[in-house]
């Protein structure tokens, strides 16, 4: 065998050893969860040396904890980041990328379709703090550069969006971007590293809702961020001030998930494929959204830019709102909640989950038809869950 070391591991593989190695565990194989508020030293010096960052080393868990620590350092080189910083939500994380980087008179860029939570931000906060922010329609490309080139701070992205799982061309844009000097965020939560690397495609920022596919198991609320060491600098300078820190317990639950992302995520690519392809040729389906899909408006952006295609799909019933109410109950290998990315398969309309808080008419004229259902593919035999959607089809 040979023993030598590759340069640069699989993502697989890091998803496993990453952050790990070299970390005082105490001789255990697993990180401990260290549930201490403050770390003592035994002189001055020593600890002013930590306090200045002369010298590796915990103050204070507002700040760093060695359990969070592992979880920033294993999504940063999943993600081949300089730096990362975690927060206690996604929405955290969003929040404090766009309020460290930004200011009045700044301009943002972004998309329609973007997390619900992150639309608020940008149509009702942003605003009041003087920053300006244009939304385009999510995957008119032109629109966006014509938008970027009249000026921009920030082009934030995310890609597969939600729920019409749209794709967007991270390299494309950010290369328009930079042309203007405009930091790239991308929110890579529905891809995940396993299947995509916006900085590897120009992006200056990656994001993650680490509630979702990277910790795999509902059970853990999280965000993580990761890029260019300057700009996490600043971030990570808005995290230990606003507070909005992760905990332990939540980042040994993530670190615990992350472990079968590899797993979990080429299942999830696989089975999503298959489902896709199932629901597109049965008489109850209008239409299929899925990015694997030939037919997928951007199916060649998505192949140039991913490697797997995400276990992330949506689907039309014919039939309207009244076929979701009455098919989505049938269902027997689902959670009906408004989580994703989980080992569970999980379901809903964007009616109760993404766009909960807008009208039926407002979700129409934005392209989400009522009939329409987010299906998050878990890990289940994808047979028992085709042979559940046909039976539950059946019904209507
Ligand atoms: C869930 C989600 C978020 C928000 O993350 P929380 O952990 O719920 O705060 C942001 N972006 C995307 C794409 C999401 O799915």
Same mark, same amino acid.
Not at 87 to 114: H, Q
Not at 189 to 195: H, K, L, Q, R
Not at 253 to 265: D, E, F, V
């Given at each position: ?83 990362? $910083? ?61 938008? $970027?080139? %009249? ?6 992205l995310?890609t ?7 794709i967007v061309d991270i390299k494309r844009l950010s290369a ?8 790239v965020?991308v929110?890579n ?7 995509q690397k916006p900085l590897q495609l120009g992006a200056?920022?990656v ?66 494929? %298959? ?26 952006v998505? $192949?140039s830019q ?75 035999? $994808? ?14």
């Open positions: 065998m040979n023993t030598r070391h590759r340069e640069r591991p699989s993502p697989k593989t890091l998803a496993v050893w990453g952050g790990e190695e070299g970390v005082d565990k105490l001789g255990a194989t697993q990180m401990p969860v260290v549930n201490s508020v403050s770390f003592d030293y035994p002189d001055l010096d020593t600890w002013l040396d930590v306090a200045t960052g002369k010298s590796a080393g915990h103050i204070y868990g507002r700040n760093t904890n060695p359990t969070v620590e592992v979880f920033e350092e294993k999504v940063n080189l999943l993600e081949g980041g300089e730096n990362s $910083v975690s927060f206690s939500t996604g929405m955290a994380a969003i929040t404090g990328i766009l309020f460290s980087l930004l200011e009045p008179g700044k301009r943002v860029v972004s998309i329609k379709d973007s997390y619900g939570g992150t639309n608020v931000l940008f149509t009702d906060y942003l605003p009041k703090y003087g920053v300006q922010v244009h939304l385009c329609d999510t995957d008119n490309h032109k629109a966006i550069e014509s938008q $970027v080139g %009249q000026g921009c701070d920030i082009l934030y995310e597969p969006t939600n729920p019409t799982v749209k328009i971007a930079h042309e203007v000097g405009a930091v965020v929110d939560t529905f891809a995940t590293p396993i299947n200056d920022i994001l993650h809702s680490a509630t979702k596919f990277l910790g795999g198991h509902a059970d853990a609320l999280g965000g993580v961020v990761s890029g260019s060491k300057h700009l996490l600098n600043e971030i990570f300078r808005f995290k230990e001030i606003t507070g909005a820190s992760l905990h332990p317990e939540s980042a040994y639950l993530l670190i615990r998930g992350m472990k079968t992302l590899g797993l979990r995520i080429a299942q999830q690519n696989a089975s999503a494929m %298959q489902i896709a392809q199932y629901l597109q040729g049965h008489d109850k389906i209008d239409e299929v959204f899925y990015p694997g899909l030939t037919n997928h408006r951007n199916h060649d998505a $192949v991913m490697q797997g295609f995400g276990g992330m799909l949506s689907f039309k019933l014919k039939g309207g709102y009244g076929a979701v109410k009455k098919f989505l109950p049938q269902l027997r290998y689902v959670n009906l909640a408004a989580n994703l990315g989980s080992v569970e398969t999980v379901a809903g309309p964007p009616a109760t989950t993404s766009h909960v808080e807008c009208s039926p008419e407002e979700r129409e004229a934005m392209g989400i038809p009522e009939g329409l259902i987010r299906y998050s593919v878990g890990i289940e035999d $994808v047979s028992d869950l085709i042979s559940d959607l046909g039976n539950a089809l059946q019904e209507l």
